[in-house]
C-alpha cells in the first residue's frame, strides 16, 4: 500500500481513545493521557512509587525529517514542577519500552519514529511519504503524499 496523498487529523480524544485501548494493564505508568498544543505534544500521566502517584507531563516538539516523525523532549515537568533532575530516569524508562518497539528509536532526546516499520511490524506493507507535521490546540495535522 502506498499513500500518494493523504491529510489526517488525530484529535485529541481519539488519540486518548487509542491509548485506553491498547496502553497495556501492566504499564508503567498509569492515567496516561496526551494533550496537544500548538506547541506540541503533551504526554502525562501518573508514575506509581511507595510513597504515591506521581503525577508528569512531558512536552514534544514534532517535525518531519526524511520521512520521519521526529519527537524531541522539550520540557519535563514532575509534580507541577521542572523536572530536569529525572530527566536522565525518564528517557531511560522510555527506551526501556523502545526496546521492545520495532521501528521507533531514542537518540539522545528524540524519538525518531519510522511509520512505515511500525505498520510493517503489524504486517501491514505501508509507503507513507509524510511530509509535515503540526499541532493545534486539541488536534494534530499529518500529512503525506508524493
Known amino acids: ?50 510513597f504515591g ?7 514534544w516538539e514534532m517535525r518531519i525529517v526524511a520521512g520521519k516523525v521526529h519527537a524531541r523532549l522539550v520540557g519535563l515537568k514532575v509534580s507541577g514542577v521542572p523536572g530536569n533532575l529525572f530527566r536522565a530516569m525518564v528517557l531511560e524508562l522510555i527506551q526501556d519500552v523502545l526496546d521492545r518497539e520495532p521501528g521507533i528509536v531514542l537518540e539522545e532526546e528524540t524519538l525518531l519514529i519510522d511509520v512505515e516499520s511500525v505498520a510493517r511490524a503489524k504486517k501491514v506493507l505501508l509507503r507513507c511519504n509524510l511530509r509535515e507535521v503540526r499541532c493545534e490546540a486539541g488536534r494534530l495535522f499529518l500529512e503525506a503524499g508524493r
Request: aromatic share 6%; glycine share 6%; proline share 7%.
Open 1 to 50: 500500500m502506498e499513500i500518494h496523498a493523504l491529510k489526517l487529523v488525530l484529535s485529541e480524544e481519539g488519540i486518548n481513545a487509542l491509548l485506553d485501548a491498547y496502553v497495556p494493564e501492566d504499564a508503567s505508568v498509569e492515567n496516561l493521557r496526551v494533550r496537544i498544543t500548538p506547541e506540541g505534544l503533551h504526554v502525562l500521566g501518573d508514575y506509581p512509587t511507595v
Open 53 to 59: 502517584k506521581v503525577p508528569f507531563e512531558t512536552h
